[in-house]
């Protein structure tokens, strides 16, 4: 896996492109963030770096970790994640180094991961997109009910309660999420922002993962070859 970073998400606006067209773009503040552990085959068993991101008051984070991150030579950091990277490109990482937006100026497609937003209990047609019981005819009281739920209300010969996977009322949001192959619009290295075509996962403020895209479609894919030919 290539360079990921950490960031928050800003918000919605858009831009216009050369040709005049009007694109609707997320933008993402990202980094700087800090390298504040390298993992190596021999004493790890697996190579990967680890950063933090946003340095927060030490009343605010735990002895171990003011611990961990002044070996980096850094403050306390709200947020670590670690990627995983190939034996030979580990060595392109220190301990304490800097990443920011400017190490994706030469990405074209991101995949931006997020927690959705957490709308907390919720019935079957906002969660499912059921139909909902019919509107008149007798119906009293019963409009927004799934209906039975007939031969799948219990696990028959492996236990009781409702059969695995059948679609009920329950929480919704607040999960892991993942955006794959946004396009890159622009780049703002002077503020840290990177503005991706689309919508991204979670709320404003909220804290997102950003890495180069792992899986692209045909026409992107060819796109990507073509630049690394120039």
């Known amino acids: 896996m290539a360079l990921s970073l950490l960031g928050r998400k800003v918000g919605m606006t858009r831009v216009f492109n050369e040709a005049g067209v009007n694109v609707p773009v997320t933008v993402l503040q990202l980094g700087p963030c800090v390298v504040t552990q390298v993992r190596s085959m021999e004493k790890d068993g697996y190579t990967a770096v680890q950063i ?38 580990v060595a392109n990482y220190s301990v304490g180094q800097t990443l920011s937006v400017k ?26 997109h059921f139909k909902g019981q019919p509107a008149s005819h007798g119906t009293e009281r019963k409009h ?58 979670g709320a404003n403020t909220g804290i997102i993962e950003v890495r180069p895209a792992i899986r692209l479609y045909r026409g992107k894919a060819k796109k990507v070859a073509d630049a690394a030919k120039k």
């Open 52 to 89: 933090g991101f946003e340095e927060i008051k030490a009343r605010r984070s735990t002895i171990p970790v003011i611990g961990h991150d002044a070996k980096a030579g850094v403050g306390p950091q709200r947020v670590h994640r670690e990627f995983r990277v190939s034996d030979k490109d």
């Open 103 to 128: 190490d994706l100026a030469s990405t074209l497609f991101i995949d931006v991961i997020g927690t959705s937003k957490g709308k907390g209990f919720q019935g079957t047609m906002k969660r499912w």
């Open 144 to 201: 927004r009910s799934p209906g039975s739920i007939g031969s799948l209300c219990s696990n028959r010969g492996f236990g009781g309660g409702l059969a695995k996977g059948k679609k009920m009322a329950g929480h919704m949001g607040a999960v892991r999420r993942t955006c794959r192959s946004l396009d890159i619009v622009r780049i703002d290295e002077g503020n840290n922002l990177l503005l991706v075509k689309g919508s991204v996962p």
